[in-house]
């Protein structure tokens, strides 16, 4: 299980979602999305501290520093920031 803090106020526990996007969610963050398969970029958020790993490959730009989590996890904690 890992910890994902998020804003630098917030935090959840990752566990056996199927990807952060789903874990946000079920949180009940607000995470702008589209097509919850890393072709848009749509949810694009900064990664603070930690790692992610991609369960797919994303089509959409990531800039360093950033990371989609429709298709990402992360590997042990994180502190993310969301956009807006």
């Not at 935090?11 to 398969?37: D, G, K, M």
């Not at 797919?56 to 950033?66: C, I, K, S, T």
């Amino acid at each position: 299980m890992a910890k994902v803090q998020v804003n630098a106020e917030q935090s959840l526990e990752f566990s056996n979602q199927p990807n952060l996007l789903i874990a946000l969610e079920q949180a009940r963050f607000s995470v702008h999305y589209q097509c919850r398969e890393g072709y848009c970029g749509a949810c694009r958020c900064h990664l603070r501290s930690g790692q992610v790993r991609y369960l797919q490959e994303p089509l959409a730009f990531v800039r360093p520093g950033e990371f989609l989590p429709c298709c990402s996890v992360p590997v042990g904690d994180i502190a993310i920031e969301l956009p807006g």
